[in-house]
């Protein structure tokens, strides 16, 4: 079995090769296992006892010796339903933690903000704001030299997750393209289209109080400016863009 499938599932790569290593014999002292798996005594005792709290390898006394095997690999599933009743616990936490730590940014929040996110993770994170900024304000997400393309091209799975969150919220959304591009399949969407000679590597987006820059080139930077003037301002140019776009 490949050690990177289990260690996608949640086990640290200690854990994801003592599984494998215990799942190829009917058990294994923990000096023999540290042998297989070049980890120090130490470690491997950490390592069994992380996996037997898991569910995944138990053990029996021999002569005074500790003797560890794999529990059936559909121990597997037992454990991917605790994690995910963990994290529904956890989720539950962080609901009731929020207003509190909402309350703590919101003391020196200042009336501009600028973040600068890099990587498919900050993207990510920019877009789910775009969303969350829309819904506070009520307002539509707009967006010109839209590179949605690109997007579709980088985060295929999260890309369509994305619509369909915007969708069910019915958030409404106007794009300015240039012409020769395909637009995506949006929900609740509208599309016009500008000269090629307006060509840029950058996508501005205007949701609720903030405004967003996607450098979706090489390296992903997306810089997100929360400010009430300044999504205004931003808002006004989208809209004389827009007058003069073809549909």
């Known amino acids: ?34 042998s297989k798996t070049n980890e120090s005594r130490t470690n491997t005792y950490d390592t069994l006892s992380s996996l037997i709290k898991k569910g995944l390898v138990s053990y029996v006394i021999k002569n005074n010796v500790k003797y560890f095997m794999s529990s059936s690999p559909k121990r597997l599933t037992d454990w991917m339903e605790m994690k995910k009743a963990e994290l529904v616990e956890q989720e539950k936490e962080v609901e009731k933690l929020l207003p509190d730590l909402l309350k703590l940014k919101s003391g020196f929040e200042k009336k501009t903000v600028v973040e600068v996110y890099e990587g498919i993770g900050g993207l990510r994170t920019v877009l789910n704001e775009t969303i969350d900024s829309c819904q506070r304000t009520g307002s539509e997400f707009l967006i010109f030299g839209a590179l949605a393309h690109k997007l ?19 958030i409404k959304t106007r794009y300015i393209f240039l012409e020769g591009i ?15 000679h307006y060509k840029s590597f950058v996508a501005t987006a205007v949701h609720g109080d903030e405004v967003s820059f996607w450098l979706l080139t090489d ?10 003037e300044f999504a205004e301002s931003y808002r006004s140019n989208f809209e004389e863009l827009w007058k003069i776009a073809r549909p």
């Open 152 to 170: 579709r091209e980088l985060d295929p799975i999260f890309h369509k997750k994305y619509y369909a969150k915007r969708q069910s919220l019915g």
């Open 219 to 228: 390296t992903q930077i997306t810089i997100l400016v929360k400010s009430k």
């Open 182 to 196: 395909t637009p995506p399949k949006a929900p609740l969407a509208e599309y016009r289209y500008l000269p090629k």
């Open 1 to 34: 079995m490949d050690k990177a499938r289990l260690i996608s599932l949640g086990l640290s790569n200690r854990e994801a090769e003592t599984y494998l290593v215990l799942l190829k014999v009917p058990d294994a002292s923990a000096s023999v296992i540290s």
